[in-house]
């Protein structure tokens, strides 16, 4: 199981990035996928989950009707679009299957 992220960046309060991950060495279609994320100090939070179909979607109070979790079964991919970004979103953002499969993680950083 390979987990790959990609997408983070420094972005100014307000703005948008859209965080891609790229699985493999599992049947994708087959899992629900989460997104998880850590900023400095604090534990790891879920943001949102998708079920493998992609007809349902969960999300963290944080960040309802701002981030938008899809999937694209054919691509093997994972999506997190992130829109009016705030400071406190800042973190490492890491794409997760189920039971314990983890990516590496990328940074998001919101500042101005």
């Known amino acids: 199981v390979q987990l790959v992220e990609s997408g983070g960046g420094l972005v100014q309060p307000g703005g948008s990035l859209r965080l891609s991950c790229k699985a493999s060495?599992?049947?994708?279609?087959?899992?629900?996928m989460r997104w998880y994320r850590q900023a400095p100090g604090k534990g790891r939070e879920l943001v949102a989950g998708?079920?493998?179909?992609?007809?349902?979607?969960n999300y963290a109070d944080s960040v309802k009707g701002r981030f938008t979790i899809s999937r694209d079964n054919a691509e093997n991919t994972v999506y997190l679009q992130m829109n009016s970004l705030k400071p406190e979103d800042t973190a490492v953002y890491y794409c997760?299957?189920?039971?314990?499969?983890w990516g590496q993680g990328t940074q998001v950083t919101v500042s101005s």
């Open positions: 060495g599992f049947a994708f279609s087959s899992y629900g």
């Open positions: 997760h299957r189920p039971l314990n499969y």
């Open positions: 998708i079920t493998n179909t992609g007809r349902t979607t």
